[in-house]
């Protein structure tokens, strides 16, 4: 349907707009039978006055000519006439002529030949009837009459009413035809304005309604939660598609908004279970150090409540494995302290300028005993990073390197820890690199996960939480920066990191 | 069966050495693993009357070995007890799952394991 694409304003323009023209199609029919009415009573009228003008000036014609017989007989006797009955003669003569003429006036193109012919040998006949009665009484002047003009005026005038009849009988007809035609025309035209009306109304409703269906299902599908629906705008104009592409915008921007609040409550659940899945490991890890507390604990109670004889010496080590345990402990809370802070985005950064170099020194210094523990030896490479100022979060910088140093040295016997520092296109970049037991690949993989260490042994055989290289990648992240780890199982480990050396 | 040893795994020597030392001095013989295949093997040679499980092993875990413990016939009848700082209500319902018998978690309540071993063990006699 044509109407389906347009709008509705344009739908209501077609249809009263074919309305009136269907109307003054009716009107204009109906004006022109009028007018072929009137011009039927014209002509009509036309006929009739020719028709009564013929019948006088042929009795006109007829009388004057017995009259002019009767005197052209009598003549002959010398009887002459009055001049009152030649001047009534002549008026009759003169109110010949007229008739002659007002006929002429109502003769048209077609009778016009006919006419002029008549007209030609009638005046011919009135002269010489004029000539008649004006040499009358004078004997001495001819009163010569022309044989037969009278018949053949007579004639002629019966051939011009013939001729005149004729063009009547035939326009009369071309008016009663045309007269039919239009009434035809305005029945037809008006039973056809109706349907065409009727027909243009059901459509109008029709494709209005079929377009307000089409927007109340998408509208339904809307709120039964079906966003991904689309009205088709394409089968509608104007107001309708309009309304229809307001109703999928909205649908759009729903669908943008549920999609976003699905999302958000995605991150909200994703981070709640994170928080679960870090409740149950700080669970695990606070539990395992307390299992060797509790029961070293009980065991020396138990062996102290024997009365037998007690092994100082394991008395001793079984003291010394609590307070490790105890230690590790405490470790780990404050690891988890920091990591849980970390999580939460409670962890801020304080930039301020500081020296690196002193920096590296002085937490060297500070864990020189953890060095000495395994025998280890130190190399320091901090010429680079000498005499520069760096603006950082000194705190977390020392805390990475605290980490790494402590790891070096927990991993690493009788062996050589190498701590650079230098900056380089404004980025501080640190090292530890030390000779240690060093990892396989799939450890590394899993290195800087919280609660992971290398082996689960580890914690055993060289203390720590398996949170410290968790917490040194957050503070990287948190930094700006990034942190390298390359190693090989019995060569040892090198850890690099790379900060900027100013706020971003 | 009917072995009246029983097969500590645990792969934390400092938990392996205490608690092997309070089981010894409540009396009863015990045999010690690290990991889970040597406990399978353990459990193969030895027969134990109990088997005390930890869960987080390295080269075989504590589930899997379980597992495999109970889809092996010669070894399926052996309980296990599971021993795990894994707390939660999952980790329990997990270490059933896997075909555990009974389950304690660390820090160890040392005289309720000791009336599991002991239950399990005159189970096993009578």
Same mark, same amino acid.
């Given at each position: 349907?044509?109407?389906?694409?347009?709008?509705?304003?344009?739908?209501?323009?077609?249809?009263?707009?074919?309305?009136?023209?269907?109307?003054?199609?009716?009107?204009?029919?109906?004006?022109? +039978?009028?007018?072929?009415?009137?011009?039927?009573?014209?002509?009509?009228?036309?006929?009739?006055?020719?028709?009564?003008?013929?019948?006088?000036?042929?009795?006109?014609?007829?009388?004057?000519?017995?009259?002019?017989?009767?005197?052209?007989?009598?003549?002959?006797?010398?009887?002459?006439?009055?001049?009152?009955?030649?001047?009534?003669?002549?008026?009759?003569?003169?109110?010949?002529?007229?008739?002659?003429?007002?006929? +002429?006036?109502?003769?048209?193109?077609?009778?016009?030949?006919?006419?002029?012919?008549?007209?030609?040998?009638?005046?011919?006949?009135?002269?010489?009837?004029?000539?008649?009665?004006?040499?009358?009484?004078?004997?001495?002047?001819?009163?010569?009459?022309?044989?037969?003009?009278?018949?053949?005026?007579?004639?002629?005038?019966?051939?011009?009413?013939?001729?005149?009849?004729?063009?009547?009988?035939?326009?009369?007809?071309?008016?009663?035809?045309?007269?039919?035609?239009?009434?035809?025309?305005?029945?037809?035209?008006?039973?056809?304005?109706?349907?065409?009306?009727?027909?243009?109304?059901?459509?109008?409703?029709?494709?209005?309604?079929?377009?307000?269906?089409?927007?109340?299902?998408?509208?339904?599908?809307?709120?039964?939660?079906?966003?991904?629906?689309?009205?088709?705008?394409?089968?509608?104009?104007?107001?309708?598609?309009?309304?229809?592409?307001?109703?999928?915008?909205?649908?759009?921007?729903?669908?943008?908004?549920?999609?976003?609040?699905?999302?958000?409550?995605?991150?909200?659940?994703?981070?709640?279970?994170?928080?679960?899945?870090?409740?149950?490991?700080?669970?695990?890890?606070?539990?395992?150090?307390?299992?060797?507390?509790?029961?070293?604990?009980?065991?020396?109670?138990?062996?102290?409540?024997?009365?037998?004889?007690?092994?100082?010496?394991?008395?001793?080590?079984?003291?010394?494995?609590?307070?490790?345990?105890?230690?590790?402990?405490?470790?780990?809370?404050?690891?988890?302290?920091?990591?849980?802070?970390?999580?939460?985005?409670?962890?801020?950064?304080?930039?301020?300028?500081?020296?690196?170099?002193?920096?590296?020194?002085?937490?060297?210094?500070?864990?020189?005993?953890?060095?000495?523990?395994?025998?280890?030896?130190?190399?320091?490479?901090?010429?680079?990073?000498?005499?520069?100022?760096?603006?950082?979060?000194?705190?977390?910088?020392?805390?990475?390197?605290?980490?790494?140093?402590?790891?070096?040295?927990?991993?690493?016997?009788?062996?050589?820890?190498?701590?650079?520092?230098?900056?380089?296109?404004?980025?501080?970049?640190?090292?530890?690199?030390?000779?240690?037991?060093?990892?396989?690949?799939?450890?590394?993989?899993?290195?800087?996960?919280?609660?992971?260490?290398?082996?689960?042994?580890?914690?055993?055989?060289?203390?720590?939480?398996?949170?410290?290289?968790?917490?040194?990648?957050?503070?990287?992240?948190?930094?700006?920066?990034?942190?390298?780890?390359?190693?090989?199982?019995?060569?040892?480990?090198?850890?690099?990191?790379?900060?900027?050396?100013?706020?971003? | 069966?009917?072995?009246?040893?029983?097969?500590?795994?645990?792969?934390?020597?400092?938990?392996?050495?205490?608690?092997?030392?309070?089981?010894?001095?409540?009396?009863?013989?015990?045999?010690?693993?690290?990991?889970?295949?040597?406990?399978?093997?353990?459990?193969?040679?030895?027969?134990?009357?109990?088997?005390?499980?930890?869960?987080?092993?390295?080269?075989?875990?504590?589930?899997?070995?379980?597992?495999?413990?109970?889809?092996?016939?010669?070894?399926?009848?052996?309980?296990?007890?599971?021993?795990?700082?894994?707390?939660?209500?999952?980790?329990?319902?997990?270490?059933?799952?896997?075909?555990?018998?009974?389950?304690?978690?660390?820090?160890?309540?040392?005289?309720?394991?000791?009336?599991?071993?002991?239950?399990?063990?005159?189970?096993?006699?009578?």
């Amino acid at each position: 349907m044509i109407t389906a694409r347009l709008g509705l304003r344009a739908r209501l323009y077609l249809a009263s707009g074919s309305i009136l023209m269907l109307f003054a199609f009716n009107v204009a029919t109906h004006l022109w +039978g009028s007018y072929a009415r009137s011009e039927s009573v014209m002509a009509y009228r036309i006929a009739t006055e020719a028709t009564g003008l013929v019948r006088g000036i042929q009795q006109g014609l007829s009388t004057e000519h017995q009259r002019v017989q009767v005197l052209a007989a009598l003549r002959e006797t010398n009887a002459p006439i009055r001049a009152t009955q030649r001047d009534q003669a002549n008026a009759e003569l003169a109110s010949i002529s007229d008739q002659l003429r007002a006929l +002429g006036g109502l003769s048209d193109v077609q009778t016009e030949t006919a006419f002029r012919e008549f007209y030609k040998v009638a005046s011919d006949l009135l002269d010489e009837w004029v000539q008649f009665y004006r040499n009358y009484n004078n004997s001495a002047l001819p009163t010569r009459l022309t044989a037969n003009a009278y018949d053949a005026t007579i004639d002629s005038l019966r051939t011009l009413a013939d001729q005149q009849n004729a063009v009547a009988l035939e326009r009369s007809t071309v008016i009663d035809n045309t007269i039919q035609l239009t009434d035809r025309i305005t029945i037809i035209a008006f039973v056809s304005s109706i349907t065409i009306t009727l027909v243009l109304i059901l459509t109008l409703i029709r494709t209005t309604n079929a377009s307000l269906f089409r927007l109340r299902v998408g509208v339904e599908r809307f709120g039964a939660g079906d966003l991904t629906h689309r009205i088709d705008e394409n089968r509608d104009a104007g107001e309708i598609a309009n309304l229809a592409q307001t109703f999928n915008e909205m649908s759009a921007s729903l669908q943008t908004a549920m999609s976003d609040l699905n999302e958000a409550r995605a991150d909200a659940e994703a981070a709640n279970e994170a928080k679960s899945m870090f409740l149950a490991n700080v669970s695990h890890e606070l539990r395992t150090p307390l299992n060797a507390i509790i029961g070293y604990s009980e065991m020396l109670q138990d062996e102290l409540g024997d009365g037998e004889d007690i092994d100082r010496d394991q008395f001793h080590h079984d003291l010394t494995t609590i307070i490790f345990s105890g230690r590790q402990l405490l470790a780990l809370i404050n690891d988890i302290l920091d990591l849980s802070k970390i999580e939460t985005g409670k962890m801020s950064v304080s930039v301020e300028p500081f020296n690196v170099a002193g920096l590296v020194v002085q937490v060297c210094d500070a864990l020189s005993p953890l060095l000495a523990q395994n025998n280890n030896r130190l190399e320091l490479h901090v010429d680079g990073a000498q005499d520069l100022e760096v603006e950082s979060d000194p705190a977390k910088v020392q805390q990475i390197l605290t980490n790494l140093f402590s790891n070096a040295c927990k991993f690493t016997k009788n062996g050589v820890i190498t701590v650079a520092a230098d900056i380089r296109d404004n980025q501080i970049q640190l090292s530890v690199t030390d000779s240690g037991i060093g990892m396989t690949e799939e450890q590394q993989a899993k290195v800087f996960q919280a609660f992971v260490q290398a082996d689960s042994k580890t914690s055993v055989n060289y203390g720590g939480t398996g949170l410290g290289l968790a917490i040194v990648s957050n503070f990287c992240d948190m930094l700006g920066g990034t942190i390298a780890l390359t190693s090989s199982p019995g060569e040892g480990s090198r850890f690099e990191v790379s900060l900027p050396a100013a706020p971003m | 069966m009917g072995s009246s040893a029983v097969l500590l795994v645990e792969d934390n020597d400092i938990n392996r050495d205490m608690l092997t030392r309070r089981l010894t001095r409540a009396g009863l013989t015990v045999l010690t693993a690290a990991d889970g295949v040597s406990a399978l093997n353990m459990m193969r040679e030895h027969q134990p009357g109990v088997v005390l499980m930890d869960m987080t092993l390295p080269i075989l875990d504590g589930w899997e070995a379980t597992q495999q413990a109970k889809a092996d016939s010669a070894i399926s009848e052996i309980p296990i007890i599971a021993l795990t700082a894994h707390a939660m209500a999952a980790d329990k319902a997990r270490a059933i799952e896997a075909g555990c018998s009974e389950y304690e978690t660390k820090p160890i309540d040392f005289p309720i394991l000791l009336a599991k071993i002991y239950q399990f063990l005159e189970g096993a006699d009578t």
